[in-house]
Protein backbone atom coordinates (compact mmCIF):
# COMPACT_ATOMS: atom_id res chain seq x y z
CA UNK A 1 0.00 0.00 0.00
CA UNK A 2 2.90 2.35 1.27
CA UNK A 3 4.79 1.75 -2.18
CA UNK A 4 1.84 2.16 -4.85
CA UNK A 5 0.96 5.75 -2.39
CA UNK A 6 4.97 6.47 -2.80
CA UNK A 7 4.72 5.68 -6.76
CA UNK A 8 2.21 7.72 -7.29
CA UNK A 9 2.95 10.55 -5.54
CA UNK A 10 6.52 9.88 -7.69
CA UNK A 11 4.39 10.16 -10.73
CA UNK A 12 3.19 13.28 -10.02
CA UNK A 13 5.98 14.62 -9.30
CA UNK A 14 7.70 13.33 -12.38
CA UNK A 15 4.79 15.03 -14.24
CA UNK A 16 5.12 18.32 -11.92
CA UNK A 17 8.46 18.64 -12.77
CA UNK A 18 7.90 18.39 -16.96
CA UNK A 19 5.92 21.35 -16.60
CA UNK A 20 7.37 23.23 -14.36
CA UNK A 21 10.49 22.64 -17.31
CA UNK A 22 8.27 23.69 -19.90
CA UNK A 23 7.40 26.73 -18.48
CA UNK A 24 10.94 27.69 -17.50
CA UNK A 25 12.06 27.14 -21.32
CA UNK A 26 8.55 29.07 -22.46
CA UNK A 27 9.90 31.72 -20.37
CA UNK A 28 13.51 31.51 -21.90
CA UNK A 29 12.69 31.82 -25.01
CA UNK A 30 10.52 34.68 -24.39
CA UNK A 31 13.57 36.79 -22.59
CA UNK A 32 15.90 35.50 -25.50
CA UNK A 33 13.32 37.02 -27.82
CA UNK A 34 12.99 39.92 -26.06
CA UNK A 35 16.97 41.09 -26.21
CA UNK A 36 16.60 41.65 -22.37
CA UNK A 37 19.71 41.03 -20.31
CA UNK A 38 19.47 37.61 -18.59
CA UNK A 39 22.71 35.85 -19.24
CA UNK A 40 23.84 33.74 -16.10
CA UNK A 41 21.08 34.54 -13.71
CA UNK A 42 18.19 33.22 -15.84
CA UNK A 43 20.14 30.06 -16.98
CA UNK A 44 21.20 29.18 -13.60
CA UNK A 45 19.64 25.69 -14.58
CA UNK A 46 21.28 25.24 -17.66
CA UNK A 47 24.58 25.82 -16.05
CA UNK A 48 24.15 23.23 -13.95
CA UNK A 49 23.77 25.15 -11.24
CA UNK A 50 21.22 24.89 -8.44
CA UNK A 51 19.69 27.27 -5.38
CA UNK A 52 19.21 25.69 -1.88
CA UNK A 53 21.69 22.42 -2.27
CA UNK A 54 24.92 21.78 -0.70
CA UNK A 55 27.18 18.57 -0.80
CA UNK A 56 29.29 17.42 1.85
CA UNK A 57 33.04 16.81 1.53
CA UNK A 58 34.56 13.71 2.97
CA UNK A 59 36.37 15.97 5.81
CA UNK A 60 32.65 17.59 6.32
CA UNK A 61 34.31 20.91 5.59
CA UNK A 62 32.38 23.87 3.58
CA UNK A 63 33.31 23.82 -0.03
CA UNK A 64 32.04 26.47 -2.25
CA UNK A 65 29.75 26.00 -5.60
CA UNK A 66 32.41 27.27 -7.96
CA UNK A 67 35.14 24.68 -6.22
CA UNK A 68 33.00 22.05 -6.31
CA UNK A 69 31.22 22.14 -9.79
CA UNK A 70 27.73 21.24 -8.15
CA UNK A 71 25.23 23.62 -6.12
CA UNK A 72 25.02 27.26 -7.10
CA UNK A 73 27.36 30.10 -8.03
CA UNK A 74 28.61 32.09 -5.15
CA UNK A 75 29.52 35.67 -4.30
CA UNK A 76 30.59 37.21 -0.85
CA UNK A 77 27.99 39.48 0.72
CA UNK A 78 29.22 42.96 0.29
CA UNK A 79 31.69 42.84 -2.12
CA UNK A 80 31.21 44.13 -5.48
CA UNK A 81 30.48 41.63 -8.19
CA UNK A 82 28.13 41.73 -11.37
CA UNK A 83 25.31 40.18 -9.43
CA UNK A 84 26.29 42.91 -7.12
CA UNK A 85 25.38 45.74 -8.90
CA UNK A 86 23.30 44.06 -11.58
CA UNK A 87 19.70 44.44 -9.82
CA UNK A 88 16.96 44.13 -11.82
CA UNK A 89 13.34 45.67 -12.26
CA UNK A 90 11.27 45.22 -9.59
CA UNK A 91 7.22 45.34 -9.26
CA UNK A 92 6.26 49.00 -9.19
CA UNK A 93 5.17 51.41 -11.39
CA UNK A 94 3.45 55.02 -11.65
CA UNK A 95 0.61 54.44 -13.20
CA UNK A 96 -2.95 54.16 -11.13
CA UNK A 97 -5.10 52.19 -12.67
CA UNK A 98 -9.05 53.22 -11.67
CA UNK A 99 -10.05 49.54 -12.06
CA UNK A 100 -8.40 48.09 -9.27
CA UNK A 101 -7.80 49.44 -5.53
CA UNK A 102 -4.66 46.86 -4.96
CA UNK A 103 -1.52 48.71 -4.57
CA UNK A 104 0.13 46.57 -6.95
CA UNK A 105 -2.55 47.16 -9.63
CA UNK A 106 -2.60 50.99 -9.11
CA UNK A 107 1.47 51.18 -8.98
CA UNK A 108 3.83 48.39 -9.62
CA UNK A 109 2.79 47.20 -12.87
CA UNK A 110 3.47 49.96 -14.96
CA UNK A 111 4.20 49.25 -18.54
CA UNK A 112 4.86 45.38 -17.94
CA UNK A 113 3.67 42.76 -19.58
CA UNK A 114 3.02 39.19 -17.27
CA UNK A 115 6.26 37.60 -19.06
CA UNK A 116 8.58 40.69 -18.20
CA UNK A 117 6.98 40.10 -14.40
CA UNK A 118 7.78 36.65 -13.87
CA UNK A 119 11.12 37.60 -15.58
CA UNK A 120 12.10 39.92 -13.29
CA UNK A 121 11.18 38.05 -9.98
CA UNK A 122 12.67 34.87 -10.85
CA UNK A 123 16.04 36.93 -11.77
CA UNK A 124 15.96 39.68 -9.20
CA UNK A 125 15.14 36.44 -6.36
CA UNK A 126 17.96 34.87 -7.81
CA UNK A 127 20.28 37.41 -7.69
CA UNK A 128 19.60 37.99 -4.45
CA UNK A 129 19.91 34.95 -2.97
CA UNK A 130 23.21 34.77 -4.74
CA UNK A 131 24.61 38.02 -3.24
CA UNK A 132 23.28 37.23 0.02
CA UNK A 133 24.06 33.61 0.81
CA UNK A 134 27.08 32.86 -0.06
CA UNK A 135 28.11 32.01 3.42
CA UNK A 136 24.74 30.59 4.79
CA UNK A 137 24.51 27.15 5.04
CA UNK A 138 23.16 26.18 1.84
CA UNK A 139 25.64 27.32 0.32
CA UNK A 140 28.25 24.74 1.58
CA UNK A 141 29.14 21.46 -0.20
CA UNK A 142 29.74 20.54 3.67
CA UNK A 143 29.32 21.10 7.43
CA UNK A 144 32.28 20.80 9.69
CA UNK A 145 31.55 17.26 10.89
CA UNK A 146 32.34 18.38 14.92
CA UNK A 147 29.62 20.13 14.57
CA UNK A 148 26.64 18.75 12.75
CA UNK A 149 28.11 15.21 13.00
CA UNK A 150 29.89 15.10 16.66
CA UNK A 151 29.94 11.64 17.22
CA UNK A 152 31.15 10.72 13.37
CA UNK A 153 34.36 9.33 12.93
CA UNK A 154 36.26 9.23 9.87
CA UNK A 155 36.00 5.84 8.26
CA UNK A 156 38.84 3.33 7.87
CA UNK A 157 39.15 3.71 4.34
CA UNK A 158 39.37 7.58 4.46
CA UNK A 159 42.26 9.55 3.33
CA UNK A 160 43.18 11.96 0.77
CA UNK A 161 42.26 10.37 -2.44
CA UNK A 162 38.71 12.28 -2.38
CA UNK A 163 41.03 15.55 -3.02
CA UNK A 164 42.01 14.44 -6.48
CA UNK A 165 43.02 16.99 -8.85
CA UNK A 166 42.11 16.86 -12.54
CA UNK A 167 40.17 13.11 -12.40
CA UNK A 168 39.68 10.86 -15.28
CA UNK A 169 36.29 10.10 -16.33
CA UNK A 170 36.61 7.20 -17.67
CA UNK A 171 38.60 5.54 -14.80
CA UNK A 172 35.34 6.82 -12.85
CA UNK A 173 32.78 4.99 -14.83
CA UNK A 174 34.71 1.63 -14.43
CA UNK A 175 35.04 2.11 -11.22
CA UNK A 176 31.72 3.10 -10.48
CA UNK A 177 30.64 -0.09 -12.39
CA UNK A 178 33.28 -2.20 -10.39
CA UNK A 179 31.82 -0.54 -7.01
CA UNK A 180 27.98 -1.92 -8.44
CA UNK A 181 29.01 -5.26 -8.76
CA UNK A 182 30.30 -5.04 -5.37
CA UNK A 183 27.24 -3.64 -3.63
CA UNK A 184 25.20 -6.64 -5.94
CA UNK A 185 27.10 -9.33 -5.46
CA UNK A 186 29.53 -8.85 -2.25
CA UNK A 187 29.65 -9.54 1.30
CA UNK A 188 28.42 -7.87 3.82
CA UNK A 189 32.07 -6.56 4.36
CA UNK A 190 32.71 -5.89 0.68
CA UNK A 191 29.27 -3.88 0.43
CA UNK A 192 30.42 -1.76 3.25
CA UNK A 193 33.63 -0.82 1.62
CA UNK A 194 31.96 -0.58 -1.73
CA UNK A 195 29.40 2.10 -0.31
CA UNK A 196 32.24 3.85 1.66
CA UNK A 197 34.36 4.23 -1.51
CA UNK A 198 31.14 5.29 -3.42
CA UNK A 199 30.64 8.25 -0.57
CA UNK A 200 34.32 9.25 -1.37
CA UNK A 201 33.86 9.67 -5.07
CA UNK A 202 31.02 11.59 -4.15
CA UNK A 203 32.61 14.30 -2.17
CA UNK A 204 35.80 14.70 -4.27
CA UNK A 205 35.69 18.74 -4.52
CA UNK A 206 36.97 19.23 -8.23
CA UNK A 207 33.99 16.73 -10.26
CA UNK A 208 32.18 14.71 -8.32
CA UNK A 209 31.30 11.47 -10.78
CA UNK A 210 27.66 12.41 -9.66
CA UNK A 211 26.53 11.42 -13.30
CA UNK A 212 28.75 8.28 -13.37
CA UNK A 213 27.12 6.80 -10.44
CA UNK A 214 23.84 8.01 -11.80
CA UNK A 215 23.91 6.45 -15.09
CA UNK A 216 25.64 3.15 -13.90
CA UNK A 217 22.84 2.25 -11.74
CA UNK A 218 23.99 2.84 -8.29
CA UNK A 219 21.38 5.04 -6.77
CA UNK A 220 18.56 2.51 -6.37
CA UNK A 221 21.05 0.10 -4.28
CA UNK A 222 22.13 3.68 -2.24
CA UNK A 223 18.61 3.87 -1.70
CA UNK A 224 18.12 0.19 -0.38
CA UNK A 225 21.13 0.25 2.52
CA UNK A 226 18.93 3.00 4.07
CA UNK A 227 16.62 0.33 4.84
CA UNK A 228 19.34 -1.93 6.25
CA UNK A 229 19.17 -0.76 9.79
CA UNK A 230 21.40 -3.76 11.03
CA UNK A 231 24.33 -1.80 8.88
CA UNK A 232 24.40 1.13 10.16
CA UNK A 233 27.60 2.37 8.83
CA UNK A 234 26.63 1.56 5.56
CA UNK A 235 22.98 3.09 6.28
CA UNK A 236 24.94 6.24 6.77
CA UNK A 237 27.52 6.38 4.28
CA UNK A 238 24.40 5.65 1.95
CA UNK A 239 22.72 8.63 3.16
CA UNK A 240 25.71 10.63 2.60
CA UNK A 241 26.10 9.72 -0.39
CA UNK A 242 22.71 10.04 -1.66
CA UNK A 243 22.57 14.04 -0.20
CA UNK A 244 25.66 14.89 -2.40
CA UNK A 245 23.67 13.13 -5.48
CA UNK A 246 20.93 15.26 -4.25
CA UNK A 247 22.68 18.63 -4.47
CA UNK A 248 23.82 18.40 -8.40
CA UNK A 249 21.33 19.32 -10.87
CA UNK A 250 17.75 18.89 -10.95
CA UNK A 251 17.82 15.84 -13.10
CA UNK A 252 20.12 13.91 -10.45
CA UNK A 253 18.15 15.27 -7.89
CA UNK A 254 15.18 13.85 -9.82
CA UNK A 255 17.49 10.12 -9.64
CA UNK A 256 17.30 10.27 -5.63
CA UNK A 257 13.55 10.70 -5.67
CA UNK A 258 12.81 8.49 -8.35
CA UNK A 259 14.73 5.61 -5.92
CA UNK A 260 11.90 5.89 -3.46
CA UNK A 261 14.37 7.88 -0.85
CA UNK A 262 12.10 10.35 0.19
CA UNK A 263 9.88 8.53 2.34
CA UNK A 264 12.89 6.43 3.59
CA UNK A 265 14.83 10.00 4.52
CA UNK A 266 11.70 11.08 6.72
CA UNK A 267 11.73 7.56 8.43
CA UNK A 268 15.08 8.06 9.13
CA UNK A 269 14.39 11.57 11.04
CA UNK A 270 13.81 9.50 14.02
CA UNK A 271 16.69 6.85 13.67
CA UNK A 272 18.33 6.37 17.42
CA UNK A 273 21.50 7.99 16.01
CA UNK A 274 21.88 11.65 15.61
CA UNK A 275 24.64 11.13 12.97
CA UNK A 276 21.95 9.82 10.68
CA UNK A 277 19.40 12.02 11.44
CA UNK A 278 21.42 15.49 11.04
CA UNK A 279 22.46 13.91 7.67
CA UNK A 280 18.88 13.18 6.31
CA UNK A 281 17.84 16.33 7.03
CA UNK A 282 20.81 17.71 5.67
CA UNK A 283 19.42 15.36 2.09
CA UNK A 284 16.04 16.34 2.50
CA UNK A 285 16.73 19.81 2.34
CA UNK A 286 18.78 19.27 -1.02
CA UNK A 287 15.54 17.92 -1.88
CA UNK A 288 13.06 20.15 -1.02
CA UNK A 289 15.07 22.95 -2.27
CA UNK A 290 15.50 21.18 -6.04
CA UNK A 291 11.99 22.48 -7.04
CA UNK A 292 8.39 22.74 -5.76
CA UNK A 293 7.26 19.92 -6.92
CA UNK A 294 10.11 18.15 -4.94
CA UNK A 295 9.14 20.19 -1.80
CA UNK A 296 5.54 19.31 -1.60
CA UNK A 297 6.54 15.46 -2.06
CA UNK A 298 8.58 16.27 0.82
CA UNK A 299 5.67 17.75 2.78
CA UNK A 300 3.05 14.85 1.54
CA UNK A 301 5.12 12.42 3.11
CA UNK A 302 5.15 13.98 6.13
CA UNK A 303 8.54 15.74 6.44
CA UNK A 304 7.10 18.74 8.41
CA UNK A 305 6.14 16.87 11.28
CA UNK A 306 9.17 14.98 11.46
CA UNK A 307 11.25 18.12 11.67
CA UNK A 308 9.35 19.66 13.87
CA UNK A 309 10.04 16.82 16.05
CA UNK A 310 13.76 16.53 15.29
CA UNK A 311 13.54 20.22 16.54
CA UNK A 312 11.69 19.84 19.81
CA UNK A 313 14.26 17.72 20.99
CA UNK A 314 17.64 19.15 19.48
CA UNK A 315 16.46 22.56 20.37
CA UNK A 316 19.66 23.38 22.55
CA UNK A 317 21.75 22.10 20.17
CA UNK A 318 22.96 25.28 17.55
CA UNK A 319 24.53 23.67 15.00
CA UNK A 320 21.75 20.75 14.68
CA UNK A 321 18.83 23.58 14.93
CA UNK A 322 20.95 25.57 11.95
CA UNK A 323 20.90 22.33 9.81
CA UNK A 324 16.94 22.13 10.37
CA UNK A 325 16.17 25.21 10.30
CA UNK A 326 18.27 25.41 6.53
CA UNK A 327 16.40 22.41 5.60
CA UNK A 328 12.58 24.14 6.78
CA UNK A 329 13.44 27.66 4.50
CA UNK A 330 13.54 25.22 1.72
CA UNK A 331 10.46 23.98 2.49
CA UNK A 332 9.12 27.41 2.83
CA UNK A 333 10.46 28.45 -1.00
CA UNK A 334 9.26 27.88 -4.52
CA UNK A 335 7.00 28.96 -6.92
CA UNK A 336 4.11 27.86 -6.69
CA UNK A 337 4.49 28.55 -3.07
CA UNK A 338 3.50 25.39 -0.40
CA UNK A 339 0.14 25.10 0.87
CA UNK A 340 0.20 27.30 4.03
CA UNK A 341 -1.76 24.57 6.12
CA UNK A 342 1.39 22.30 5.60
CA UNK A 343 3.91 24.70 6.71
CA UNK A 344 2.01 26.53 9.33
CA UNK A 345 3.31 24.69 12.49
CA UNK A 346 6.98 25.57 10.54
CA UNK A 347 6.36 29.32 10.35
CA UNK A 348 5.34 29.62 14.08
CA UNK A 349 9.10 27.87 14.78
CA UNK A 350 10.95 30.07 12.17
CA UNK A 351 8.94 33.31 14.03
CA UNK A 352 10.69 32.38 17.51
CA UNK A 353 14.32 31.47 15.42
CA UNK A 354 14.25 35.15 14.19
CA UNK A 355 15.52 35.67 18.19
CA UNK A 356 18.43 33.03 17.84
CA UNK A 357 21.91 34.71 18.47
CA UNK A 358 23.27 32.72 15.84
CA UNK A 359 23.80 34.67 12.41
CA UNK A 360 23.50 31.73 10.33
CA UNK A 361 20.05 30.52 11.88
CA UNK A 362 18.69 34.18 11.17
CA UNK A 363 20.02 34.01 7.87
CA UNK A 364 17.84 31.31 6.74
CA UNK A 365 14.94 32.23 9.25
CA UNK A 366 14.87 35.35 7.53
CA UNK A 367 14.92 33.73 4.09
CA UNK A 368 12.16 31.43 4.63
CA UNK A 369 10.01 34.50 5.22
CA UNK A 370 11.43 36.19 2.56
CA UNK A 371 9.71 33.05 0.61
CA UNK A 372 6.65 33.21 2.35
CA UNK A 373 5.65 36.73 1.46
CA UNK A 374 6.45 36.90 -1.87
CA UNK A 375 3.08 37.12 -2.96
CA UNK A 376 -0.49 38.77 -3.11
CA UNK A 377 -2.03 40.29 0.23
CA UNK A 378 -3.23 37.07 1.94
CA UNK A 379 -0.04 35.44 1.87
CA UNK A 380 1.30 38.18 3.36
CA UNK A 381 -0.81 38.54 5.97
CA UNK A 382 -0.15 34.91 6.94
CA UNK A 383 3.82 35.99 7.36
CA UNK A 384 2.42 39.47 9.52
CA UNK A 385 0.10 37.15 11.32
CA UNK A 386 3.01 35.90 13.03
CA UNK A 387 3.74 39.58 14.13
CA UNK A 388 6.93 39.03 13.24
CA UNK A 389 7.64 42.93 11.49
CA UNK A 390 9.23 44.59 14.13
CA UNK A 391 12.09 41.67 14.60
CA UNK A 392 12.50 42.01 10.85
CA UNK A 393 12.89 45.49 10.76
CA UNK A 394 15.66 45.16 14.00
CA UNK A 395 17.60 42.90 11.83
CA UNK A 396 18.03 45.24 9.33
CA UNK A 397 20.54 46.77 11.53
CA UNK A 398 22.39 43.74 12.09
CA UNK A 399 26.46 43.41 12.19
CA UNK A 400 26.44 40.52 9.72
CA UNK A 401 25.49 41.15 6.64
CA UNK A 402 24.41 37.91 4.97
CA UNK A 403 21.32 38.31 8.07
CA UNK A 404 20.73 42.33 6.78
CA UNK A 405 20.17 41.01 3.17
CA UNK A 406 17.47 38.37 4.04
CA UNK A 407 15.70 40.58 5.96
CA UNK A 408 15.80 43.54 3.97
CA UNK A 409 14.46 41.15 1.09
CA UNK A 410 11.75 40.14 3.76
CA UNK A 411 11.08 43.61 4.54
CA UNK A 412 10.65 44.46 0.43
CA UNK A 413 8.11 41.44 0.09
CA UNK A 414 6.31 42.64 3.25
CA UNK A 415 6.07 46.22 1.81
CA UNK A 416 4.43 45.00 -1.53
CA UNK A 417 0.88 44.25 -0.24
CA UNK A 418 -2.12 46.30 0.34
CA UNK A 419 -2.38 50.32 1.57
CA UNK A 420 -3.34 48.85 5.48
CA UNK A 421 -0.55 46.30 5.83
CA UNK A 422 2.13 48.79 4.89
CA UNK A 423 0.94 51.16 6.52
CA UNK A 424 1.18 48.62 9.53
CA UNK A 425 4.88 48.05 8.62
CA UNK A 426 5.32 52.39 8.69
CA UNK A 427 3.57 52.17 11.79
CA UNK A 428 6.43 49.51 13.57
CA UNK A 429 9.41 51.30 12.28
CA UNK A 430 9.79 50.15 8.46
CA UNK A 431 11.17 53.43 6.93
CA UNK A 432 13.88 53.85 10.42
CA UNK A 433 14.51 50.48 9.72
CA UNK A 434 15.20 51.03 5.89
CA UNK A 435 16.82 54.91 6.41
CA UNK A 436 20.35 53.79 7.55
CA UNK A 437 20.66 51.25 4.19
CA UNK A 438 20.68 53.66 1.51
CA UNK A 439 23.94 55.21 3.27
CA UNK A 440 26.57 55.67 0.37
CA UNK A 441 28.98 53.84 2.86
CA UNK A 442 26.68 50.68 2.58
CA UNK A 443 27.20 47.37 0.29
CA UNK A 444 25.77 48.43 -3.29
CA UNK A 445 23.33 45.39 -3.00
CA UNK A 446 22.13 46.69 -0.18
CA UNK A 447 21.71 49.98 -1.14
CA UNK A 448 19.65 48.74 -4.31
CA UNK A 449 17.23 46.66 -2.65
CA UNK A 450 16.63 49.51 0.01
CA UNK A 451 15.69 51.81 -2.52
CA UNK A 452 13.62 49.02 -3.77
CA UNK A 453 11.47 48.59 -0.54
CA UNK A 454 11.04 52.37 -0.64
CA UNK A 455 10.04 52.34 -4.08
CA UNK A 456 7.32 50.12 -3.10
CA UNK A 457 5.60 52.35 -0.03
CA UNK A 458 5.94 55.52 -2.13
CA UNK A 459 4.06 54.23 -4.68
CA UNK A 460 0.96 54.13 -2.39
CA UNK A 461 -1.59 56.92 -0.84
CA UNK A 462 -0.54 60.18 -0.20
CA UNK A 463 -0.03 59.31 3.52
CA UNK A 464 2.98 56.90 2.68
CA UNK A 465 4.44 59.69 0.54
CA UNK A 466 3.89 62.04 3.53
CA UNK A 467 6.09 59.35 5.43
CA UNK A 468 8.73 59.84 2.82
CA UNK A 469 9.27 62.92 2.72
CA UNK A 470 9.11 63.25 6.75
CA UNK A 471 11.14 60.46 6.89
CA UNK A 472 14.49 62.61 5.74
CA UNK A 473 14.70 59.87 2.85
CA UNK A 474 14.33 62.30 -0.44
CA UNK A 475 17.96 64.32 1.11
CA UNK A 476 19.72 61.22 1.20
CA UNK A 477 18.17 59.01 -1.96
CA UNK A 478 19.88 62.60 -4.14
CA UNK A 479 22.71 61.71 -2.40
CA UNK A 480 22.90 58.26 -4.36
CA UNK A 481 23.67 60.59 -7.46
CA UNK A 482 26.98 59.74 -7.96
CA UNK A 483 26.62 55.88 -6.98
CA UNK A 484 26.28 52.93 -9.75
CA UNK A 485 24.01 53.33 -12.54
CA UNK A 486 21.79 50.22 -10.78
CA UNK A 487 21.49 52.18 -7.18
CA UNK A 488 20.85 55.65 -9.16
CA UNK A 489 17.70 53.58 -10.83
CA UNK A 490 16.24 52.60 -7.59
CA UNK A 491 16.80 55.63 -6.54
CA UNK A 492 14.80 57.66 -9.18
CA UNK A 493 11.63 54.99 -8.81
CA UNK A 494 11.20 56.29 -5.35
CA UNK A 495 11.59 60.07 -7.07
CA UNK A 496 8.94 58.68 -9.99
CA UNK A 497 6.35 57.32 -7.32
CA UNK A 498 6.28 60.76 -5.26
CA UNK A 499 5.92 62.49 -8.85
CA UNK A 500 2.49 60.87 -9.72
CA UNK A 501 0.85 60.15 -6.60
CA UNK A 502 2.33 63.12 -4.35
CA UNK A 503 0.64 66.25 -4.33
CA UNK A 504 1.49 69.65 -5.33
CA UNK A 505 3.66 70.44 -1.63
CA UNK A 506 5.79 67.00 -2.19
CA UNK A 507 6.41 67.30 -5.61
CA UNK A 508 7.78 70.96 -4.85
CA UNK A 509 10.00 69.44 -1.90
CA UNK A 510 11.43 67.24 -4.50
CA UNK A 511 12.00 69.66 -6.88
CA UNK A 512 13.71 71.63 -4.49
CA UNK A 513 15.66 68.54 -2.93
CA UNK A 514 17.58 68.43 -7.26
CA UNK A 515 15.51 65.55 -7.86
CA UNK A 516 16.63 66.60 -11.79
CA UNK A 517 19.73 66.19 -11.35
CA UNK A 518 19.25 62.53 -9.90
CA UNK A 519 17.00 62.22 -12.88
CA UNK A 520 19.45 63.18 -15.53
CA UNK A 521 21.49 60.18 -14.01
CA UNK A 522 19.68 57.09 -15.83
CA UNK A 523 19.46 58.51 -19.53
CA UNK A 524 22.78 56.97 -20.73
CA UNK A 525 21.99 53.84 -19.74
CA UNK A 526 19.74 52.83 -22.51
CA UNK A 527 16.83 51.30 -19.85
CA UNK A 528 13.61 52.10 -22.05
CA UNK A 529 11.52 51.14 -18.12
CA UNK A 530 13.67 53.62 -16.33
CA UNK A 531 13.69 56.87 -18.96
CA UNK A 532 10.03 56.24 -19.73
CA UNK A 533 9.05 56.32 -15.80
CA UNK A 534 11.50 59.38 -15.50
CA UNK A 535 10.17 61.18 -18.39
CA UNK A 536 6.55 60.42 -16.78
CA UNK A 537 7.49 62.03 -13.66
CA UNK A 538 9.13 64.52 -15.06
CA UNK A 539 5.67 65.73 -17.51
CA UNK A 540 3.62 64.77 -13.73
CA UNK A 541 6.04 67.68 -12.07
CA UNK A 542 5.96 70.19 -15.08
CA UNK A 543 1.61 69.27 -14.89
CA UNK A 544 1.77 70.35 -11.06
CA UNK A 545 3.98 73.48 -12.12
CA UNK A 546 0.61 74.61 -13.95
CA UNK A 547 -1.45 73.85 -11.38
CA UNK A 548 0.24 75.67 -8.89
CA UNK A 549 0.87 78.55 -11.59
CA UNK A 550 -2.98 79.05 -12.44
CA UNK A 551 -4.01 78.44 -8.47
CA UNK A 552 -1.91 81.69 -7.20
CA UNK A 553 -3.61 85.08 -7.03
CA UNK A 554 -2.67 87.38 -8.71
CA UNK A 555 -1.77 84.75 -11.59
CA UNK A 556 1.88 84.82 -12.23
CA UNK A 557 3.47 83.83 -16.36
CA UNK A 558 6.31 81.41 -15.34
CA UNK A 559 5.33 77.69 -13.71
CA UNK A 560 7.97 77.62 -11.42
CA UNK A 561 9.70 74.23 -11.91
CA UNK A 562 9.92 74.96 -15.42
CA UNK A 563 12.58 77.59 -14.61
CA UNK A 564 14.08 74.80 -12.12
CA UNK A 565 13.77 72.51 -14.95
CA UNK A 566 15.63 74.66 -17.49
CA UNK A 567 18.71 75.32 -15.46
CA UNK A 568 18.77 71.81 -14.40
CA UNK A 569 21.50 69.17 -15.96
CA UNK A 570 17.84 66.86 -17.33
CA UNK A 571 17.28 69.12 -20.49
CA UNK A 572 20.90 68.72 -22.07
CA UNK A 573 20.23 65.04 -20.65
CA UNK A 574 17.33 64.28 -22.50
CA UNK A 575 18.49 65.63 -25.50
CA UNK A 576 20.66 62.92 -25.36
CA UNK A 577 18.11 59.90 -25.64
CA UNK A 578 19.36 57.20 -28.32
CA UNK A 579 17.25 56.52 -30.95
CA UNK A 580 16.92 53.55 -29.93
CA UNK A 581 14.88 54.42 -27.15
CA UNK A 582 13.27 56.71 -29.15
CA UNK A 583 11.12 54.38 -30.94
CA UNK A 584 9.81 52.69 -27.60
CA UNK A 585 5.98 53.38 -27.35
CA UNK A 586 6.34 54.81 -23.92
CA UNK A 587 9.31 56.47 -24.04
CA UNK A 588 8.26 58.49 -27.87
CA UNK A 589 4.41 59.40 -26.55
CA UNK A 590 6.17 61.60 -23.10
CA UNK A 591 8.53 62.65 -25.49
CA UNK A 592 5.82 64.15 -27.80
CA UNK A 593 4.16 65.51 -24.26
CA UNK A 594 7.07 67.95 -23.46
CA UNK A 595 7.87 69.01 -27.12
CA UNK A 596 4.44 70.22 -27.65
CA UNK A 597 4.46 71.59 -23.81
CA UNK A 598 7.90 73.74 -24.54
CA UNK A 599 6.54 74.73 -28.49
CA UNK A 600 3.47 76.27 -26.93
CA UNK A 601 5.19 77.87 -24.42
CA UNK A 602 7.27 79.94 -26.71
Request: hydrophobic share 40%; aromatic share 6%; charged share 20%.
Amino acid sequence: MMADVTEARLRAVEQETAALSSTFHQLQERVRRSHERVGKLMLFRLSETKLGSRTRLVDGSPATAAAAGVGRLQFVPGTTTPANDDLTERMRGVEISPSSSSRIHRFKYRGRTPERDLQSRIESTTENWFNSRASAVNARRGIETHFVFPHRQMSENDDDSSSDSNPDPHRFSEEVLLLLRQLQHGSLSEQQKAVVRIRKLLTIEHGPPIQEVIEAGVVPYLTQLLSKHDMPDAQAEAAWALTNIASGTSEQTMAVVHSGAVPLFIGLLHSPSADLRSQVCWALGNIAGDSSASRDLVLSCGGAPSLLKLYEEYSQDIFAVRNITWTMSNLCRGNPPPHVEMIRPIMVVLAKLLYSADPQILTDACWAFAFLSDGPPDRIQEVLNLTIAPRVIQLLKHDTISVVSAALRAMGNLVMGDDEQTQYLIEVGALAGLLPLIESDRPPHIIAEACWALSNISAGPLAHVQDIITGGIVPKLVGLADSSYHIVKEAVWVLCNIAHGGNNEHIAYIVAQNCFMLFSKVVDNGDAAIVSAMLNGLWNIIQAGERIKESRRPAVAANPFVEVLLASELMPATERISAELRQNESVAAVLEQLSAFFRNRR
